[in-house]
Protein backbone atom coordinates (compact mmCIF):
# COMPACT_ATOMS: atom_id res chain seq x y z
CA UNK A 1 0.00 0.00 0.00
CA UNK A 2 1.56 3.23 -1.09
CA UNK A 3 -0.16 5.95 0.63
CA UNK A 4 2.17 8.93 -1.14
CA UNK A 5 0.79 8.70 -4.29
CA UNK A 6 -0.86 12.18 -4.71
CA UNK A 7 2.21 13.79 -5.43
CA UNK A 8 3.55 15.21 -2.22
CA UNK A 9 7.03 16.53 -2.34
CA UNK A 10 8.47 14.65 0.51
CA UNK A 11 11.72 13.00 0.57
CA UNK A 12 11.70 9.16 0.24
CA UNK A 13 11.60 7.86 4.04
CA UNK A 14 12.62 4.40 5.29
CA UNK A 15 9.17 2.89 5.91
CA UNK A 16 7.85 1.35 9.64
CA UNK A 17 6.87 -1.95 9.46
CA UNK A 18 5.22 -3.32 12.10
CA UNK A 19 4.22 -7.00 12.55
CA UNK A 20 2.44 -9.20 15.14
CA UNK A 21 4.86 -11.67 15.52
CA UNK A 22 3.04 -13.42 18.20
CA UNK A 23 -0.09 -13.74 20.39
CA UNK A 24 2.16 -12.03 22.90
CA UNK A 25 4.53 -9.82 20.75
CA UNK A 26 4.69 -6.86 17.83
CA UNK A 27 8.09 -6.17 16.23
CA UNK A 28 8.22 -2.84 14.95
CA UNK A 29 11.14 -2.64 12.68
CA UNK A 30 12.99 0.79 10.68
CA UNK A 31 15.88 1.76 8.86
CA UNK A 32 18.08 4.77 9.11
CA UNK A 33 20.63 5.94 7.21
CA UNK A 34 23.37 6.22 10.20
CA UNK A 35 25.97 4.34 11.80
CA UNK A 36 24.40 2.20 15.11
CA UNK A 37 26.46 4.99 17.26
CA UNK A 38 24.22 7.76 16.23
CA UNK A 39 21.24 6.12 16.23
CA UNK A 40 21.93 4.71 20.10
CA UNK A 41 22.72 8.68 21.11
CA UNK A 42 19.31 9.64 19.89
CA UNK A 43 17.78 6.76 22.01
CA UNK A 44 20.04 7.22 24.75
CA UNK A 45 20.41 10.98 25.42
CA UNK A 46 17.41 12.38 27.28
CA UNK A 47 17.76 15.73 25.54
CA UNK A 48 17.05 14.35 22.24
CA UNK A 49 14.57 11.74 22.78
CA UNK A 50 12.81 13.93 24.35
CA UNK A 51 12.50 15.77 21.19
CA UNK A 52 11.61 12.56 18.67
CA UNK A 53 9.60 10.09 21.49
CA UNK A 54 6.37 12.27 21.18
CA UNK A 55 5.80 13.51 17.30
CA UNK A 56 4.38 16.65 16.33
CA UNK A 57 0.83 15.05 15.32
CA UNK A 58 0.72 13.71 18.86
CA UNK A 59 -1.58 15.66 21.12
CA UNK A 60 -0.02 15.09 23.95
CA UNK A 61 2.53 17.20 25.79
CA UNK A 62 5.35 15.95 27.67
CA UNK A 63 5.72 17.31 30.83
CA UNK A 64 8.87 15.60 32.24
CA UNK A 65 10.99 13.04 31.40
CA UNK A 66 13.86 11.42 33.82
CA UNK A 67 16.10 8.57 32.61
CA UNK A 68 19.13 7.13 34.20
CA UNK A 69 19.86 4.71 31.23
CA UNK A 70 21.69 1.88 32.94
CA UNK A 71 20.82 -1.72 33.71
CA UNK A 72 18.96 -1.29 37.09
CA UNK A 73 18.17 2.50 36.55
CA UNK A 74 14.64 3.57 35.79
CA UNK A 75 13.03 5.88 32.97
CA UNK A 76 9.41 8.11 33.70
CA UNK A 77 7.38 9.76 31.29
CA UNK A 78 5.01 12.67 32.37
CA UNK A 79 2.53 13.93 29.96
CA UNK A 80 -0.23 16.37 30.35
CA UNK A 81 -3.28 15.05 28.93
CA UNK A 82 -6.11 18.01 28.08
CA UNK A 83 -4.36 19.86 30.90
CA UNK A 84 -6.55 18.48 33.55
CA UNK A 85 -5.10 14.91 34.16
CA UNK A 86 -1.43 13.88 34.08
CA UNK A 87 -0.57 10.58 32.84
CA UNK A 88 3.06 8.82 33.23
CA UNK A 89 5.22 5.86 31.77
CA UNK A 90 7.77 4.26 33.60
CA UNK A 91 10.02 1.22 33.70
CA UNK A 92 13.40 0.43 34.13
CA UNK A 93 16.31 -0.66 32.03
CA UNK A 94 16.99 -4.53 32.00
CA UNK A 95 19.76 -4.33 29.78
CA UNK A 96 22.07 -1.14 27.94
CA UNK A 97 24.85 -2.43 25.48
CA UNK A 98 26.18 0.50 24.13
CA UNK A 99 25.40 1.03 20.11
CA UNK A 100 23.24 -2.54 20.21
CA UNK A 101 20.78 -2.96 22.45
CA UNK A 102 18.54 -1.95 25.22
CA UNK A 103 15.64 -3.55 27.24
CA UNK A 104 13.61 -1.97 29.71
CA UNK A 105 10.22 -2.75 31.10
CA UNK A 106 7.28 -1.33 31.21
CA UNK A 107 5.57 -0.89 34.78
CA UNK A 108 2.69 1.84 34.63
CA UNK A 109 0.05 -0.97 33.92
CA UNK A 110 1.41 -3.09 36.77
CA UNK A 111 1.23 -7.11 35.98
CA UNK A 112 0.31 -6.51 32.49
CA UNK A 113 3.77 -4.43 32.01
CA UNK A 114 5.68 -5.26 28.09
CA UNK A 115 8.82 -5.79 27.60
CA UNK A 116 10.64 -4.14 25.08
CA UNK A 117 13.79 -4.26 23.31
CA UNK A 118 15.45 -2.23 20.66
CA UNK A 119 18.25 -3.97 18.52
CA UNK A 120 20.72 -1.84 16.32
CA UNK A 121 22.08 -3.59 13.78
CA UNK A 122 24.80 -1.72 11.32
CA UNK A 123 24.23 -2.68 7.44
CA UNK A 124 26.99 -0.63 5.68
CA UNK A 125 26.26 2.63 6.28
CA UNK A 126 22.81 2.08 7.45
CA UNK A 127 21.18 0.82 10.72
CA UNK A 128 18.41 -1.88 10.98
CA UNK A 129 16.54 -0.83 14.11
CA UNK A 130 14.14 -3.84 15.72
CA UNK A 131 12.11 -2.56 18.41
CA UNK A 132 10.07 -6.01 20.19
CA UNK A 133 7.68 -5.95 22.55
CA UNK A 134 6.32 -9.22 24.46
CA UNK A 135 3.46 -8.71 26.81
CA UNK A 136 2.64 -11.41 29.45
CA UNK A 137 -0.59 -11.92 27.70
CA UNK A 138 -2.44 -11.87 24.17
CA UNK A 139 -4.94 -9.86 25.95
CA UNK A 140 -2.75 -7.19 27.11
CA UNK A 141 -1.01 -6.88 23.83
CA UNK A 142 -4.31 -6.24 21.96
CA UNK A 143 -5.19 -3.56 24.58
CA UNK A 144 -2.13 -2.05 23.76
CA UNK A 145 -2.46 -1.98 19.98
CA UNK A 146 -6.05 -1.22 20.21
CA UNK A 147 -6.05 1.54 22.85
CA UNK A 148 -2.23 2.90 23.15
CA UNK A 149 -1.75 3.82 19.33
CA UNK A 150 -4.92 5.58 19.27
CA UNK A 151 -4.96 7.30 22.47
CA UNK A 152 -1.80 9.26 21.01
CA UNK A 153 -3.36 9.81 17.90
CA UNK A 154 -7.01 10.68 18.81
CA UNK A 155 -6.92 14.20 18.30
CA UNK A 156 -5.49 14.24 14.24
CA UNK A 157 -7.81 11.01 13.71
CA UNK A 158 -11.10 13.39 15.01
CA UNK A 159 -9.82 16.31 12.68
CA UNK A 160 -9.63 14.07 9.79
CA UNK A 161 -13.09 12.32 10.51
CA UNK A 162 -14.50 15.69 11.24
CA UNK A 163 -13.89 16.50 7.66
CA UNK A 164 -14.91 12.53 6.52
CA UNK A 165 -18.28 12.67 8.33
CA UNK A 166 -19.52 16.02 6.94
CA UNK A 167 -21.14 15.59 3.91
CA UNK A 168 -18.92 16.60 0.55
CA UNK A 169 -16.40 16.69 2.77
CA UNK A 170 -14.66 13.84 1.14
CA UNK A 171 -12.69 14.78 -1.77
CA UNK B 1 -2.93 16.30 7.65
CA UNK B 2 -6.07 17.63 5.44
CA UNK B 3 -4.22 17.75 2.68
CA UNK B 4 -3.47 13.89 2.28
CA UNK B 5 -7.15 13.28 2.57
CA UNK B 6 -8.08 10.68 -0.96
CA UNK B 7 -5.94 8.28 -0.03
CA UNK B 8 -7.54 5.17 1.03
CA UNK B 9 -5.38 4.63 4.00
CA UNK B 10 -6.34 8.17 5.26
CA UNK B 11 -9.83 7.08 4.59
CA UNK B 12 -9.43 3.88 6.94
CA UNK B 13 -7.63 5.76 9.57
CA UNK B 14 -10.16 8.31 9.65
CA UNK B 15 -12.43 5.42 10.09
CA UNK B 16 -10.31 3.77 12.65
CA UNK B 17 -10.19 6.94 14.82
CA UNK B 18 -13.64 5.91 16.87
CA UNK B 19 -13.88 3.09 19.18
CA UNK B 20 -17.18 2.62 18.79
CA UNK B 21 -15.98 1.90 14.51
CA UNK B 22 -13.36 -0.66 16.10
CA UNK B 23 -15.57 -2.78 17.90
CA UNK B 24 -17.67 -3.03 14.83
CA UNK B 25 -14.96 -4.04 12.60
CA UNK B 26 -14.50 -6.77 15.62
CA UNK B 27 -17.81 -7.78 15.28
CA UNK B 28 -17.85 -8.31 11.84
CA UNK B 29 -15.06 -10.51 12.01
CA UNK B 30 -16.68 -12.66 13.96
CA UNK B 31 -20.28 -12.92 11.87
CA UNK B 32 -21.86 -10.69 9.92
CA UNK B 33 -24.55 -8.46 11.14
CA UNK B 34 -27.72 -5.90 10.37
CA UNK B 35 -27.23 -2.39 11.64
CA UNK B 36 -30.12 -2.59 14.07
CA UNK B 37 -27.88 -5.81 16.24
CA UNK B 38 -25.07 -3.83 15.95
CA UNK B 39 -27.09 -0.94 17.27
CA UNK B 40 -28.40 -3.03 20.20
CA UNK B 41 -24.93 -4.45 20.82
CA UNK B 42 -23.00 -0.95 21.24
CA UNK B 43 -25.93 0.48 22.93
CA UNK B 44 -26.96 3.43 20.30
CA UNK B 45 -29.63 4.74 17.97
CA UNK B 46 -30.48 3.70 14.41
CA UNK B 47 -28.87 6.96 13.53
CA UNK B 48 -25.83 6.70 15.34
CA UNK B 49 -25.00 3.34 13.97
CA UNK B 50 -25.97 4.42 10.32
CA UNK B 51 -23.18 6.93 10.59
CA UNK B 52 -20.51 4.88 11.56
CA UNK B 53 -21.28 2.40 9.34
CA UNK B 54 -21.22 5.10 6.66
CA UNK B 55 -17.73 6.21 7.39
CA UNK B 56 -17.09 2.56 7.57
CA UNK B 57 -18.46 1.73 4.24
CA UNK B 58 -16.85 4.74 2.40
CA UNK B 59 -13.70 3.56 3.63
CA UNK B 60 -13.93 0.51 1.98
CA UNK B 61 -14.09 -1.36 5.24
CA UNK B 62 -17.58 -2.76 5.69
CA UNK B 63 -19.76 -3.54 3.22
CA UNK B 64 -23.70 -3.60 3.17
CA UNK B 65 -26.32 -5.29 1.30
CA UNK B 66 -29.98 -4.81 1.99
CA UNK B 67 -32.36 -7.75 1.94
CA UNK B 68 -35.86 -6.76 2.38
CA UNK B 69 -35.61 -4.30 5.21
CA UNK B 70 -32.56 -5.42 6.60
CA UNK B 71 -29.64 -3.95 5.94
CA UNK B 72 -26.91 -6.60 6.14
CA UNK B 73 -23.09 -5.06 6.88
CA UNK B 74 -20.07 -7.37 6.83
CA UNK B 75 -16.08 -6.94 6.58
CA UNK B 76 -15.49 -5.14 3.18
CA UNK B 77 -13.29 -5.28 0.34
CA UNK B 78 -10.36 -3.45 2.41
CA UNK B 79 -10.60 -6.63 4.49
CA UNK B 80 -8.77 -4.84 7.44
CA UNK B 81 -9.55 -7.08 10.68
CA UNK B 82 -9.56 -6.06 13.90
CA UNK B 83 -6.15 -7.07 14.52
CA UNK B 84 -4.74 -5.77 11.12
CA UNK B 85 -6.76 -2.45 11.97
CA UNK B 86 -4.99 -1.89 15.32
CA UNK B 87 -1.59 -2.55 13.96
CA UNK B 88 -2.33 -0.10 11.27
CA UNK B 89 -2.97 2.33 13.95
CA UNK B 90 0.43 1.31 15.67
CA UNK B 91 2.37 1.68 12.92
CA UNK B 92 1.20 4.90 12.13
CA UNK B 93 2.36 5.98 15.90
CA UNK B 94 5.67 4.40 15.29
CA UNK B 95 5.98 5.36 11.96
CA UNK B 96 5.76 8.95 13.01
CA UNK B 97 8.20 8.73 15.72
CA UNK B 98 11.03 7.49 13.78
CA UNK B 99 9.92 10.16 11.41
CA UNK B 100 11.09 12.91 13.29
CA UNK B 101 13.92 10.59 15.20
CA UNK B 102 15.01 10.33 11.88
CA UNK B 103 14.94 14.11 11.79
CA UNK B 104 17.40 14.32 15.18
CA UNK B 105 19.97 11.65 13.12
CA UNK B 106 20.19 13.94 10.62
CA UNK B 107 20.76 17.04 12.88
CA UNK B 108 23.64 14.74 14.94
CA UNK B 109 24.96 13.14 11.67
CA UNK B 110 25.61 17.29 10.36
CA UNK B 111 26.69 17.95 13.57
CA UNK B 112 29.75 15.18 13.44
CA UNK B 113 30.78 16.12 9.97
CA UNK B 114 31.39 19.86 10.90
CA UNK B 115 33.46 18.52 14.25
CA UNK B 116 35.01 16.16 11.77
CA UNK B 117 36.11 19.11 9.91
CA UNK B 118 36.85 21.55 12.29
CA UNK B 119 39.58 18.50 13.49
CA UNK B 120 40.84 18.39 10.61
CA UNK B 121 42.05 22.26 10.27
Redesign the interface.
Known amino acids: ?N?R??G?PKPT????????KSERE?V?T?T???PAR??F??WTTPA?FK???V????PLALLSYEADIRVGGGYRLVFDVDGTKTMAFFGKYLEVTPHSRIVWTNDESGEDGAVTTVTLEEKGDKTL?V?HELYRSKGAR?AA??S???D???E??????E???TPGG?? | MVQHLGGHLDASFAALSDATRRGVLEQLGRADASITELAETFHMTLTGMKKHVGVLERAGLVATEKVGRVRTCKLGPSRLSGETAWIEGYRQLWSSRFDELDTIIEELKRKENVDERKKRR
Open positions: MAKDEKNRTTVEAVVRFDAIVQALRWWPKSMQLDLAGAYGMGTFEQLDVLVTS
